[in-house]
């Protein structure tokens, strides 16, 4: 299997948008370019984004919260927020 951090980024964003309203989703990259701490996000400010995260790596057969899921897939979690993050969820 060799799924694509931005191939998980995209579909993450794509998922939010399904749940979040355009305005909710544009506040989210508003206050996201006014955080100084690079480690916060608000998309949490307005839906669990970690659930959305895992259906994502649902489908592709990849559970973070099994056993030894986070020491296989940590590092695309963490890429694929980051991608859809910086990418400001392709919002625009």
């Known amino acids: 299997m060799n799924i694509s951090v931005e191939l998980l980024a995209k579909e993450f964003s794509e ?3 399904s749940q979040l309203s355009e305005d909710e989703m544009n506040e989210i990259v508003r206050r996201n370019r006014a955080e100084t701490a690079p480690r916060i996000c608000h998309t949490h400010d307005f839906c669990d984004t970690n659930v959305v995260l895992r259906e ?7 559970d973070i919260a099994e ?15 980051n991608k859809a993050k910086s990418a400001e969820f392709w919002t625009s």
């Open 15 to 17: 998922a939010l948008k």
């Open 67 to 81: 056993e030894g899921g986070l020491d296989r897939w940590g590092q695309l979690w963490d890429g694929a927020w």
């Open 56 to 62: 994502v790596f649902l489908k592709h057969g990849m």
